[in-house]
Nanobody, 127 residues
Framework: YLEESGGGLVQPGGSLRLSCVYS????????MAWYRQAPGKQRELVVV??????????YYGDFVKGRFTMSSDGAKNAMYLQMNNLKPGDTAVYYC????????????????????WGQGTQITVSS
């Protein structure tokens, strides 16, 4: 249902762009997010776009600090995560996730609230 691509090894300060293609009826999907999970750590929210009718709101994790940008292309059934100025602390498996029901704002950062997940793509930031 969801498939990520674009991970790999990058040097500190470098950039990567992740893609997530979703199949099925995209209009049945609501909130769309990128999460990441580093070894030994809990899965954490990178960014989420919360849809509300024709409007949407984007929320980024505090650690992003303007380095990452989420976008989407409805015609391609895809969403993207552009990551710039990558740091070793960004090393993790990155996942895209979506919901079939709108989440309350306070529930956006809880992974268990997302019903659909990709398989994940590894990003390693190292010199």
């Amino acid at each position: 249902y969801l498939e990520e691509s674009g991970g790999g090894l990058v040097q500190p300060g470098g950039s990567l762009r992740l893609s997530c293609v979703y199949s099925g009826n995209r209009f049945s999907l609501f909130d769309m997010a990128w999460y990441r999970q580093a070894p030994g750590k809990q899965r954490e929210l990178v960014v989420v776009v919360k849809r509300s009718g024709s409007d949407s709101s984007t929320y980024y994790g505090d650690f992003v600090k303007g380095r990452f940008t989420m976008s989407s292309d409805g015609a391609k059934n895809a969403m993207y995560l552009q990551m710039n100025n990558l740091k070793p602390g960004d090393t993790a498996v990155y996942y895209c996730a979506t919901t079939q029901f709108p989440l309350a704002t306070q529930d956006l950062s809880t992974p268990n609230n997302y019903g659909f997940w990709g398989q994940g793509t590894q990003i390693t930031v190292s010199s």
